[in-house]
């Protein structure tokens, strides 16, 4: 009777280590939602084995897309980034696992999808960098800036996902 819910009592009592709890912000993009692969990019990362901890189905402004995108103010594609972000629903997400942001990274492939590799994100489902389908955090401190833009504490979800013990030894 142990081999299997002994497992699933382990992950309800065992402390989380942090490096486990790392966060990134993931959002899919206005043409990620209107091309029907909101399903595609979450499936990706909860087969991966991270956890779903934020997420929202939203029309953002432009200012809120200005501040989300504010280091890159002095590029000249900064005005119709933001308008176009801003221009149909997103959908914002923080999902949680060892070296999210820099494995997220690896799963949606290069900024420029040309140069992404098929079966990443951008590799396999899109061809211009102004419509590369999905953004993600660039690092720990911006993906806990990004987070705090677009959620509020209480807006995080806390809980034990049943898979832990059989994604991280
Ligand atoms: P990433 O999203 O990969 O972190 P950046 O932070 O450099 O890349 O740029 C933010 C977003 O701005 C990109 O995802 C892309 O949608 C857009 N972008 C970047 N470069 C260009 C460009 N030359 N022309 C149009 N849009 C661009």
């Given at each position: 009777p142990w081999s299997c819910s002994g497992l699933a009592y382990r992950a309800?009592?065992?402390?989380?280590?942090?490096?486990?709890?790392?966060?990134?912000?993931?959002?899919?993009?206005?043409?990620?939602?209107?091309?029907?692969?909101?399903?595609?990019?979450?499936?990706?990362?909860?087969?991966?084995?991270?956890?779903?901890?934020?997420?929202?189905?939203?029309?953002?402004?432009?200012?809120?897309m200005q501040k989300h995108y504010t280091h890159l103010q002095s590029k000249a594609f900064y005005p119709g980034l933001c308008k176009y972000m801003s221009s149909s629903p997103v959908v914002p997400m923080v999902w949680e696992g060892l070296d999210v942001v820099r494995?997220?990274?690896?799963?949606?492939?290069?900024?420029?999808?040309?140069?992404?590799l098929p079966g990443t994100i951008r590799g396999d489902f899109c061809l211009h960098v102004g419509r590369n389908l999905v953004h993600g955090s660039d690092s720990i401190e911006n993906a806990n800036k990004e987070i705090a833009l677009w959620f509020r504490e209480d807006e995080i979800v806390t809980y034990t996902a049943g898979q832990y013990d059989w994604v991280y030894d």
């Amino acid at each position: 009777p142990w081999s299997c819910s002994g497992l699933a009592y382990r992950a309800m009592s065992t402390k989380v280590p942090e490096r486990n709890k790392e966060r990134s912000f993931i959002m899919i993009k206005p043409n990620g939602v209107q091309r029907g692969l909101i399903g595609e990019v979450i499936k990706r990362f909860e087969q991966k084995g991270y956890k779903l901890v934020a997420m929202k189905f939203m029309q953002a402004s432009e200012e809120h897309m200005q501040k989300h995108y504010t280091h890159l103010q002095s590029k000249a594609f900064y005005p119709g980034l933001c308008k176009y972000m801003s221009s149909s629903p997103v959908v914002p997400m923080v999902w949680e696992g060892l070296d999210v942001v820099r494995t997220g990274r690896v799963m949606l492939g290069e900024t420029n999808p040309g140069d992404s590799l098929p079966g990443t994100i951008r590799g396999d489902f899109c061809l211009h960098v102004g419509r590369n389908l999905v953004h993600g955090s660039d690092s720990i401190e911006n993906a806990n800036k990004e987070i705090a833009l677009w959620f509020r504490e209480d807006e995080i979800v806390t809980y034990t996902a049943g898979q832990y013990d059989w994604v991280y030894d």
